[in-house]
């Protein structure tokens, strides 16, 4: 449309063979096009942003299967964004003596859209997180509840991203009683074939919807 404006306000000489004319149309026709592609050269960089082809926008929610307090015990997860760094989950699993609930926020570090491979993320949750099994006499097992914060991190797998790999740690927060309980058990003759571990590993995989 630029070519077409400019080039109807070129000078144009009425006499037949002027030299002037011509060449005073070219010069404008050629003035035009320079113009034109000025004008069309930045318009095709500002079209690159620096998205690569294969960043994807972050996960609205994700569903996983993995092991760990976070899936309470060998179980799912399922986590709703509120934003991009900002969800609430809740899980629930097969967690030795019974089930194994647990829901909390998590904070996680990724951008819009997600340009790496690897994001961080801290979580706070309740729920339970200390079994005791005892055997032969199973009115002994019993269950603790409390809170427990954490992080981690996610790993995105394959050219999409879409799917990742969640790895975590979690520092369980344990109360008086659970090392009374222990005290208890040693006390009428249990013996205790492990001791409590001070920190939590969970290990899953998420399938995630954009």
């Known amino acids: 449309m630029e070519l077409h404006a400019d080039f109807n306000r070129a000078p144009v000489c009425r006499k037949i063979g002027c030299r002037h004319g011509r060449f005073m149309a070219l010069v404008q026709l050629a003035t ?3 113009t034109v592609d000025a004008t069309k050269n930045p318009s095709a960089s500002t079209v690159n942003t620096g998205t690569n ?3 994807v926008a972050p996960d609205k929610f994700a569903l996983g299967l993995g092991a760990g307090l976070d899936f309470g015990g060998i179980g799912l997860n399922f986590t ?4 991009k760094n900002l969800g609430l989950f809740a899980g629930g699993g097969y967690a030795v003596i019974g089930f194994g609930p647990c829901a909390g926020v998590k904070l996680r570090l990724i951008s ?5 491979r690897v994001s961080p993320f801290v979580f706070g949750m309740y729920g339970y997180h200390t079994v005791v099994k005892v055997e032969n006499a199973t009115d002994l097992n019993k269950m603790f509840y409390g809170a427990t914060p954490g992080g981690g991190l996610e790993v995105r797998l394959g050219a999409a991203k879409r799917n990742y790999l969640s790895i975590g740690l979690s520092v369980p927060i344990r109360g008086k009683e659970v090392p009374d309980y222990f005290d208890h058990l040693k006390a009428i003759g249990v013996e205790m074939k492990s001791e409590l571990p001070p920190i939590g590993i969970s290990l899953g995989y998420k399938i995630a919807n954009r």
Request: charged share 15%; aromatic share 14%; net charge negative.
């Open 32 to 34: 035009t096009a320079q």
């Open 53 to 55: 082809a294969g960043d």
């Open 80 to 83: 709703y964004y509120l934003n």
């Open 112 to 116: 819009d859209p997600v340009s790496g």
